[in-house]
């Protein structure tokens, strides 16, 4: 019995020393971590990817110990007010720069309307005596002129394919494209200027694929002086898709005065007859085609409208949301 008591009070001993020592042991070790991280000035980093690079969990300050965790989530959300900023006012260059393209559009509208006016007139007025100097003539495009000679039916050219033109329509909708189903050429043929002792080049007029040939159509080819009035025009430029003329088979797609000038021996001077200047079995005269396009207004509509809706978004996202 004695023996069994001493045993338990050893047992109780042994364990109640380990036990000490173990706590004891623990202490020093919490109290050795202490000192470490009040001594270390760099603490433990958490990794940032999008707004900060790294942030210290800790950071010796006055033999403190600070948290960054909520200073992490303050500086996130500052971060993140900065950039909705920047984006507010990105946003606003739309509304802001679709206003200034309709303003824009409406001024070209206005000056489109002013030209289409202008060609309407100089088609409409008085013809004048044609003039031979090259420089004058380059600011007389659209003008009425008028000239007496005799055509040389000889060296016609053809300008295909071609549509009809209604002289009166076209003064009525100049700036309107439109076009006919029917297709022929256009014939060009020289005139000598009796009184101005020059060959020029006339546009006659259109006729159908089935009145090309000169022969279909002799009753129109006179060889009598005549008086005629016309527009001058001035040369060409090719543009895309548009085929190169072909001169040795007398195909021309386009105006070329220099081009037409060397094959005729004229000057490159060319005006297109008017309506009243047709001549009865011969081509339509009347055929100048003033395309000036007026699309003004669908695009006043269109970036008008882009603006209405991105300001209203704008506005929806970015102020409404706050008040």
């Not at 202490?34 to 990817?49: A, E």
């Not at 001035?234 to 898709?241: C, D, I």
């Not at 005729?264 to 297109?272: N, R, S, V």
Request: charge should be positive; charged fraction near 25%.
């Amino acid at each position: 019995m004695k023996y069994a008591v001493a045993c338990n009070c050893l047992t109780k001993f042994v364990f109640d020393s380990s036990t000490m020592s173990n706590f004891k042991f623990i202490l020093a070790c919490s109290t050795q971590t202490l000192k470490i991280i009040q001594n270390k000035s760099n603490g433990i980093y958490l990794k940032r990817t999008l707004v900060l690079p790294r942030l210290a969990l800790f950071k010796r300050a006055e033999g403190k110990c600070i948290n960054y965790g909520r200073l992490s989530s303050s500086t996130a959300a500052r971060a993140e007010k900065g950039e909705d900023s920047i984006l507010k006012w990105l946003l606003l260059l739309i509304p802001v720069t679709t206003f200034s393209l309709g303003t824009w559009q409406v001024k070209r509208r206005k000056w489109k309307l002013q030209l289409i006016d202008d060609l309407r007139s100089l088609t409409s007025a008085e013809p004048i005596a044609l003039p031979t100097d090259a420089l004058e003539l380059n600011v007389l495009e659209y003008r009425r002129v008028k000239v007496r000679g005799r055509y040389d039916h000889s060296q016609e050219m053809y300008i295909l394919p071609r549509s009809p033109v209604d002289p009166d329509k076209e003064a009525r909708e100049a700036g309107q494209l439109s076009s006919s189903g029917e297709t022929g050429a256009n014939v060009i043929t020289p005139f000598y200027c009796t009184d101005l002792g020059i060959k020029i080049l006339v546009n006659r007029g259109y006729v159908p694929r089935t009145k090309i040939k000169p022969e279909t159509r002799i009753k129109g080819q006179v060889e009598d002086q005549v008086e005629l009035v016309g527009v001058v025009r001035l040369t060409e430029v090719r543009k895309p898709f548009v085929p190169h003329n072909d001169v040795e088979h007398n195909r021309w797609h386009y105006r070329d005065l220099e081009a037409m000038a060397r094959v005729t021996g004229a000057e490159p001077i060319f005006i297109d007859a008017d309506l009243a200047s047709t001549i009865p079995g011969g081509p339509i005269g009347g055929q100048t085609r003033v395309t000036l396009r007026n699309e003004h207004m669908q695009y006043i509509v269109t970036w008008y409208g882009l603006c209405a809706a991105t300001s209203y978004m704008w506005y929806a996202k970015f102020i409404k949301m706050i008040v």
